[in-house]
């Protein structure tokens, strides 16, 4: 992994841990629209975090 991977990764780790937090705060509210796409922000976020680490999940295989 080189640096610049380590920091992309890493970002989006972050992104992910924050869009979790503002999805549950959504879902606290009966925001259910707004709490799902923050949701999908933070599956999406997740994936690239692994995927800028060498860890490519299962579901994900020849995905950019």
């Known amino acids: 992994m080189t640096r610049e991977n380590g920091r992309s990764s890493e970002a989006a780790d972050y992104i992910a841990s924050l869009a979790d937090e503002l ?3 959504a879902k606290s509210h009966n925001l ?3 709490a799902y796409i923050l949701d999908m922000a ?3 976020a ?3 975090a692994k995927r800028w680490a060498g860890e490519t999940p299962p579901d994900s295989r020849g995905a950019n």
């Open 42 to 44: 933070r599956l999406e």
């Open 46 to 48: 997740d994936q690239i």
């Open 32 to 34: 259910d629209a707004l």
């Open 23 to 25: 999805a549950q705060l």
